[in-house]
């Protein structure tokens, strides 16, 4: 009955360990695989005592038994410890690895010395074979080092508990079950004194436990979830390239965007010498890319064709590289990366992302949002031209009140026009396109004050009295408020400032005699001094009714004599250069009419 018993938790736990062996993955914790392996081996040797036919032969078994209580219990602990802290510390590895060994190498002095057992006695009984133990001094250090291994295992166990949350309760609960089950079996048959051993039941109970903690672990470790899952649903395609050029491998997704690839072998190198334009030569174009910048961004250079005798670490600060990459009206990201292992470069990941839906989406929305500036910027510049046409009709409605200004508004327009263009010729500083554009467009209302001045006096068909010129003069600080109410939150802020400099200043002189502010120099804004050199100009040509028009000769000489005094000096030279054009346009408009 016994016998049948160790051969039936021997035969279960080699099922155990097959089912684990069908489960088995590569990231497997190491220390369930060697559970998983020592089991059977230590059921084995039970089932071998059990039928042993001499001493020697249960001397043998009996070291197999040994083995397996002396290194389970190692392993079940160092599987813990891996839960809580990932990887072990290879010192602390090393420190129970040798102990382990250390105490199992005593069992070999068994029938030499009496260090382990002071004596071992052989004999069967109803049919059993059994071997009663003496034990000697050393054996003592076996029940040590099982206690520590349950003392550490335990202590891990309740700081998980405590503390931390990267670790299921039901994972938890299951390996304190075993640390549980393996003292109080081993306590209990100590305790009966039976022949029978508890420990391969033991075992089976360990392999159904763990089980169970491979399915909850492999669950709750997030990060191999997550690499499988992306790789498994096939969205993007993954291919290595070791630090020599060698092919590594890809996943199916990588062949079904770039079918190339199938025909590669393994460890094979990864270049196409054959066809440059082949994806084989452009992603290897790709990864020496990477390699330049690397390099470039202060990484060590090295050699790559020998990497394990040129070790590189991860020193520098580029860590990965993108392109993208058009094929069979495809679009591709390409990202190039490192593969690292233990902090050192060991090859290249190609991640290779189908971007087709969503750069198309964008395309069409850029298009969309282009489409919409520009259908806005056409009924901005409907509105505006509405506006302009708006202000220019307030011009002329003023200009037709004054029966002595016929036309001013518009030669003023060109003549400021002309002087501008000669200024932007020379790039005379502060001329930018914006500026230019906004006193050619604001010199139409120069005059809008006039709106303000009284018929009697606007109107007169002779020169003023001291009293109506007085009156007169109002027309540049009315226009400069008409002008501001009449652009406020319609236009540009630049052109507003302008607009009403324009209004305000241009009847001020470059020597402080002007009106109405009396201001001088440069302070007189220069969109102002560009207006008054025009607004005289055309005054000084032009017919009115109280005057006739001067010849283009005359006009130029007071204007010359002028500079340093009622305008700025610095524009004579755009003045001087204009002349041609001036005296050509007011030719053709026929400047002698009022």
Same mark, same amino acid.
């Given at each position: ?87 072990? #510390?290879? @010192? /602390? ?5 040798? !102990? $382990?060994?250390?105490? *199992?190498?005593?069992?070999?002095? =068994? %029938? ?58 039901? #994972?938890? @609960? /299951? ?5 549980? !089950? $393996?003292?109080?079996? *081993?306590?209990?048959?100590?305790? =009966? %004194? ?29 990060s191999r979830v997550q690499a499988s899952s992306l790789i498994d649903k096939g969205e993007n395609g993954f291919l290595s390239v070791s630090t020599k050029n060698n092919y590594i491998g ?345």
């Amino acid at each position: 009955m016994i016998e049948a018993y160790y051969l039936a938790t021997f035969v279960l736990s080699v099922v155990g360990t097959l089912i684990f062996a069908w489960r088995w993955k590569s990231d497997t914790n190491i220390y369930f695989t060697l559970l998983f392996i020592l089991i059977p081996i230590t059921n084995m040797g039970f089932y071998m005592l059990s039928v042993s036919k001499n001493l020697e032969e249960a001397l043998i078994a009996n070291n197999i038994t040994i083995l397996g209580g002396n290194f389970l219990s190692l392993f079940i602990m160092l599987s813990i410890v891996s839960m809580y802290e990932g990887n072990v #510390s290879k @010192i /602390f590895t090393i420190v129970m690895f040798t !102990l $382990s060994f250390l105490i *199992y190498g005593f069992t070999f002095t =068994i %029938g030499r010395s009496d260090i382990y057992y002071k004596e071992a006695v052989f004999k069967i009984e109803n049919g059993v074979s059994i071997l009663e133990k003496t034990y000697g001094p050393m054996h003592a250090a076996f029940y040590v080092i099982i206690i520590l291994h349950a003392v550490i295992g335990i202590g891990v166990i309740i700081f998980c508990f405590r503390g931390n949350k990267g670790v299921s309760y039901k #994972s938890l @609960i /299951f390996f304190s079950a075993i640390e549980v !089950l $393996s003292l109080s079996s *081993y306590l209990i048959g100590k305790a =009966i %004194g039976s022949n029978l051993s508890f420990m391969p039941a033991e075992d089976i109970m360990f392999q159904i436990i763990m089980l169970i903690i491979i399915e909850d672990t492999s669950l709750y470790n997030i990060s191999r979830v997550q690499a499988s899952s992306l790789i498994d649903k096939g969205e993007n395609g993954f291919l290595s390239v070791s630090t020599k050029n060698n092919y590594i491998g890809s996943n199916n997704t990588a062949k079904e965007f770039f079918p190339e690839l199938a025909r590669l072998r393994v460890d094979k190198k990864f270049i196409d010498m054959e066809n440059e334009y082949s994806i084989i030569s452009i992603l290897h174009g790709f990864i020496d890319d990477f390699k330049g910048k690397c390099v470039d961004h202060g990484g060590d250079a090295y050699d790559y064709e020998d990497v394990h005798d040129h070790p590189y670490e991860h020193k520098h600060e580029h860590h990965e590289d993108e392109h993208i990459l058009e094929r069979d009206g495809k679009i591709y990201r390409i990202v190039v990366e490192h593969l690292m292992y233990q902090k050192k470069i060991k090859g290249y990941q190609i991640s290779i992302i189908d971007e087709t839906k969503e750069r198309k989406y964008t395309k069409l929305l850029q298009q969309y949002n282009q489409r919409l500036e520009h259908e806005v910027a056409q009924k901005t510049e409907h509105i505006q031209e509405i506006q302009d046409k708006m202000v220019l009709g307030i011009a002329d409605m003023v200009e037709n009140r004054d029966a002595n200004t016929g036309g001013h508004i518009k030669r003023t327009s060109e003549v400021v026009r002309i002087l501008i263009d000669e200024m932007r010729k020379d790039n005379m500083e502060g001329l930018d396109d914006e500026f230019c554009k906004y006193v050619i467009k604001a010199a139409p209302m120069h005059d809008l004050g006039k709106i303000a001045v009284d018929d009697a006096v606007l109107r007169k068909p002779g020169r003023f009295t001291p009293e109506e010129f007085e009156e007169m003069k109002k027309h540049a600080a009315k226009g400069a408020e008409i002008v501001h109410k009449v652009l406020a939150d319609i236009e540009e802020p630049r052109f507003q400032i302008i607009a009403e400099n324009v209004a305000h200043y241009h009847h001020e002189r470059w020597d402080g005699s002007g009106y109405p502010e009396h201001i001088k120099g440069e302070t007189i804004p220069l969109e102002a001094r560009i207006m008054a050199i025009a607004d005289v100009y055309d005054a000084l040509v032009s017919k009115r009714c109280y005057k006739d028009s001067m010849s283009f000769e005359q006009a130029f000489n007071i204007i010359e004599e002028g500079m340093g005094t009622q305008f700025d000096e610095r524009l004579n030279k755009y003045f001087l250069a204009s002349r041609e054009k001036l005296e050509a346009y007011y030719t053709e408009v026929g400047s002698n009419q009022v």
